[in-house]
């Protein structure tokens, strides 16, 4: 069973940058950045694939960057120019086969990491 760690979370200032991590205990397929704040839906931000082909959302597109170091098994997300909106718990999410690394859903991955929390004060 595959396992993944989220790391990085922190307080920030508005305006400022964060990087959060991803390691999982094996190779993936596809790796994406979700989030969610509760009492809200889980909100996908953006996926990689191992050959680096990477999608975003809208709401985090220039802003945010997605990474991957696939010999480390490692997932990156690059988060500048924060808002406090961007208050969220910040999940990693993977599936280890496919074709496609296209999808937003929550339901197209297989594996979840436990959440790593980002506050962006004013």
């Known amino acids: 069973q595959a396992q993944l760690a989220e790391s990085g979370g922190a307080s920030v200032q508005a305006g400022g940058s964060l990087r959060l991590s991803c390691a999982a205990t094996s190779g993936m397929y596809c790796m994406a950045w979700f989030r969610q704040v509760p009492g809200k839906e889980r909100d996908g931000l953006a996926t990689?694939?191992?050959?680096?082909?990477?999608m975003y959302a809208d709401s985090v597109k220039g802003r945010f960057a997605i990474s991957l170091d696939y010999a480390q098994n490692t997932m990156y997300l690059q988060m500048n120019s924060l808002k406090l909106e961007d208050t969220a718990m910040y999940y990693c999410?993977?599936?280890?086969?496919?074709?496609?690394?296209?999808?937003?859903?929550?339901?197209?991955?297989?594996?979840w990491g436990q959440g790593t929390q980002v506050t962006v004060s004013s």
């Open positions: 999410a993977a599936v280890r086969f496919g074709s496609r690394c296209r999808s937003l859903l929550g339901s197209s991955f297989r594996y």
């Open positions: 990689i694939d191992r050959n680096g082909q990477t």
